[in-house]
Protein backbone atom coordinates (compact mmCIF):
# COMPACT_ATOMS: atom_id res chain seq x y z
CA UNK A 1 0.00 0.00 0.00
CA UNK A 2 2.87 2.41 0.95
CA UNK A 3 4.10 2.09 -2.67
CA UNK A 4 0.98 2.82 -4.25
CA UNK A 5 1.18 6.41 -2.25
CA UNK A 6 4.35 7.28 -3.24
CA UNK A 7 3.58 6.42 -7.06
CA UNK A 8 0.55 8.67 -6.78
CA UNK A 9 2.41 11.22 -5.42
CA UNK A 10 5.06 11.30 -7.23
CA UNK A 11 2.77 11.49 -10.70
CA UNK A 12 0.73 14.29 -9.22
CA UNK A 13 4.00 16.14 -8.42
CA UNK A 14 4.61 15.26 -12.25
CA UNK A 15 1.23 16.69 -13.52
CA UNK A 16 1.57 20.12 -11.56
CA UNK A 17 5.08 20.90 -11.56
CA UNK A 18 5.00 23.99 -14.06
CA UNK A 19 7.95 24.16 -17.69
CA UNK A 20 10.27 25.84 -15.52
CA UNK A 21 10.59 23.06 -13.52
CA UNK A 22 12.12 20.70 -16.68
CA UNK A 23 16.23 21.26 -17.36
CA UNK A 24 16.79 24.26 -19.80
CA UNK A 25 19.63 25.36 -20.38
CA UNK A 26 17.97 28.68 -21.10
CA UNK A 27 15.21 30.66 -19.90
CA UNK A 28 14.31 34.52 -21.49
CA UNK A 29 11.80 36.75 -21.55
CA UNK A 30 10.91 39.63 -23.62
CA UNK A 31 8.82 40.67 -26.38
CA UNK A 32 8.74 38.98 -29.45
CA UNK A 33 10.81 40.64 -32.55
CA UNK A 34 12.10 39.48 -35.83
CA UNK A 35 10.55 36.01 -37.18
CA UNK A 36 12.07 34.40 -40.05
CA UNK A 37 9.94 30.91 -41.18
CA UNK A 38 11.68 28.86 -43.68
CA UNK A 39 10.77 26.78 -46.59
CA UNK A 40 10.42 23.20 -44.64
CA UNK A 41 7.91 24.88 -42.33
CA UNK A 42 10.77 25.27 -39.24
CA UNK A 43 11.32 29.46 -38.03
CA UNK A 44 13.78 31.11 -36.15
CA UNK A 45 12.77 34.15 -33.70
CA UNK A 46 14.37 36.86 -31.86
CA UNK A 47 13.16 38.62 -28.58
CA UNK A 48 13.40 42.94 -29.17
CA UNK A 49 16.20 42.97 -26.83
CA UNK A 50 18.35 40.67 -28.48
CA UNK A 51 19.05 38.47 -25.36
CA UNK A 52 20.93 35.05 -25.77
CA UNK A 53 18.51 32.28 -25.50
CA UNK A 54 20.90 29.66 -24.39
CA UNK A 55 24.48 30.18 -22.98
CA UNK A 56 26.09 27.88 -25.19
CA UNK A 57 26.65 29.38 -28.70
CA UNK A 58 29.13 32.78 -28.46
CA UNK A 59 27.60 35.43 -26.70
CA UNK A 60 26.00 38.11 -28.99
CA UNK A 61 26.21 35.65 -31.96
CA UNK A 62 23.12 35.04 -34.34
CA UNK A 63 23.12 30.99 -32.73
CA UNK A 64 22.77 32.82 -29.17
CA UNK A 65 19.86 35.19 -30.11
CA UNK A 66 17.57 33.20 -32.52
CA UNK A 67 15.56 30.62 -31.08
CA UNK A 68 15.28 27.98 -33.81
CA UNK A 69 11.92 26.10 -34.07
CA UNK A 70 11.70 22.75 -36.30
CA UNK A 71 10.30 19.33 -36.27
CA UNK A 72 13.15 18.10 -38.10
CA UNK A 73 16.21 16.45 -36.19
CA UNK A 74 17.82 19.43 -36.03
CA UNK A 75 15.12 21.46 -33.80
CA UNK A 76 14.08 20.41 -30.25
CA UNK A 77 13.32 16.61 -29.40
CA UNK A 78 10.16 15.19 -30.02
CA UNK A 79 8.65 18.43 -31.56
CA UNK A 80 6.24 17.78 -34.15
CA UNK A 81 4.51 19.95 -37.09
CA UNK A 82 2.08 20.77 -35.27
CA UNK A 83 3.93 21.82 -32.67
CA UNK A 84 5.72 23.98 -34.75
CA UNK A 85 2.53 25.40 -36.47
CA UNK A 86 1.15 25.65 -33.00
CA UNK A 87 4.45 27.68 -31.70
CA UNK A 88 4.78 30.20 -34.58
CA UNK A 89 0.63 30.56 -34.50
CA UNK A 90 1.28 31.71 -30.44
CA UNK A 91 4.56 33.89 -30.87
CA UNK A 92 2.88 35.81 -33.71
CA UNK A 93 -0.39 36.59 -31.40
CA UNK A 94 2.58 37.45 -28.77
CA UNK A 95 4.33 39.79 -31.12
CA UNK A 96 0.72 41.40 -32.46
CA UNK A 97 -0.20 41.91 -29.25
CA UNK A 98 3.02 43.10 -27.82
CA UNK A 99 2.81 40.60 -24.16
CA UNK A 100 5.93 39.38 -23.14
CA UNK A 101 6.82 35.83 -24.02
CA UNK A 102 9.21 33.04 -21.81
CA UNK A 103 11.51 30.97 -24.06
CA UNK A 104 12.65 27.85 -23.08
CA UNK A 105 15.29 26.33 -24.79
CA UNK A 106 18.38 24.15 -24.87
CA UNK A 107 21.83 24.30 -26.24
CA UNK A 108 21.89 22.18 -28.76
CA UNK A 109 25.80 21.43 -30.01
CA UNK A 110 25.05 18.62 -31.95
CA UNK A 111 22.83 20.81 -34.68
CA UNK A 112 23.96 19.85 -38.36
CA UNK A 113 24.32 23.22 -38.98
CA UNK A 114 26.26 24.37 -36.51
CA UNK A 115 25.56 24.95 -32.65
CA UNK A 116 22.16 26.78 -32.21
CA UNK A 117 19.61 27.48 -29.63
CA UNK A 118 16.33 25.24 -30.57
CA UNK A 119 13.09 25.87 -28.24
CA UNK A 120 11.49 23.72 -26.87
CA UNK A 121 8.46 25.49 -24.79
CA UNK A 122 7.03 29.05 -24.95
CA UNK A 123 4.66 30.82 -22.32
CA UNK A 124 2.76 34.03 -22.19
Request: charged fraction near 10%.
Amino acid sequence: MPCKRIASMVLGLTLILPVGAWAWDGITSGTVGRIQQYSDGSFVFQLTSLAALCPGPAPGSWSAVNGFVSAGPSGYPGMTADGVKAMLANLLAAKLSGRAVVVYANNNPTNPTGNSCVVGAIDF
